[in-house]
T-cell receptor, first 114, second 115 residues
Framework: AQSVSQHNHHVILSEAASLELGCNYSYGGTVNLFWYVQYPGQHLQLLLKYFSGDPLVKGIKGFEAEFIKSKFSFNLRKPSVQWSDTAEYFCAVNADNQGGKLIFGQGTELSVKP | DVKVTQSSRYLVKRTGEKVFLECVQD?????MFWYRQDPGLGLRLIYF???????EKGDIPEGYSVSREKKERFSLILESASTNQTSMYLC??????????????FGPGTRLLVL
């Protein structure tokens, strides 16, 4: 069965530090890839997505992610985090053999110290 | 903007009670989904539906059922609530019908506590 792994469960950074959150999936076919974010007390919202084309995708609030097909990875990056980026981040994969189902990673909690 | 609403933000129920969680979307989406979110486990799919009166089991359907009588509304039913169903429940919707890989849009969640 397909799976999605987020290697970091809890990341603590100081403001202005650079961020990279890892995401790997286990499927060799066609995938759509997503990063969602859940700010404290708020609903899950889309940060960015990759469907096709340029493997480097840019999302809201200065986030970007790079799809590397050979590594089955879709890592999330931000060059300089802010305290307001404190949230939980979820990677998700929609594979072409899953009938429209999203498979989520376990989530990474990011805490940014002011 | 897509809007997905859930009937309650917080709910407290007793073991054995029948529980209804309601979800409504206003974008005429074909697909609707119910997930539960637990710390360290991410989101797990309970049931989904790609059309009115259609339903498909997700990864953890045991102890749950669903109902979709109208396109905009998708209900999750706990026939006899148990303490291990204490969780955050998230509803989502998307375009496209069966097999669609489109973006899913999420509601605010219902935090259910079963005593």
């Amino acid at each position: 069965a397909q799976s999605v792994s987020q290697h970091n469960h809890h990341v603590i950074l100081s403001e202005a530090a650079s961020l990279e959150l890892g995401c790997n999936y286990s499927y060799g076919g066609t995938v759509n890839l997503f990063w969602y974010v859940q700010y404290p007390g708020q609903h899950l919202q889309l940060l960015l997505k990759y469907f096709s084309g340029d493997p480097l995708v840019k999302g809201i609030k200065g986030f970007e992610a790079e799809f590397i097909k050979s590594k089955f990875s879709f890592n999330l990056r931000k060059p300089s985090v802010q305290w307001s980026d404190t949230a939980e981040y979820f990677c998700a994969v929609n594979a072409d053999n899953q009938g429209g189902k999203l498979i989520f990673g376990q989530g990474t909690e990011l805490s940014v110290k002011p | 903007d897509v809007k997905v609403t859930q009937s309650s933000r917080y709910l407290v129920k007793r073991t054995g009670e029948k529980v209804f969680l309601e979800c409504v979307q206003d974008m005429d989406h074909e697909n609707m989904f119910w997930y539960r979110q637990d710390p360290g486990l991410g989101l797990r799919l309970i049931y989904f539906s790609y059309d009115v009166k259609m339903k498909e089991k997700g990864d953890i359907p045991e102890g749950y059922s669903v109902s979709r009588e109208k396109k905009e509304r998708f209900s999750l039913i706990l026939e006899s609530a148990s303490t291990n169903q204490t969780s955050m429940y998230l509803c989502a919707s998307s375009w496209g019908g069966a097999g669609s890989q489109e973006t899913q849009y999420f509601g605010p969640g219902t935090r259910l506590l079963v005593l």
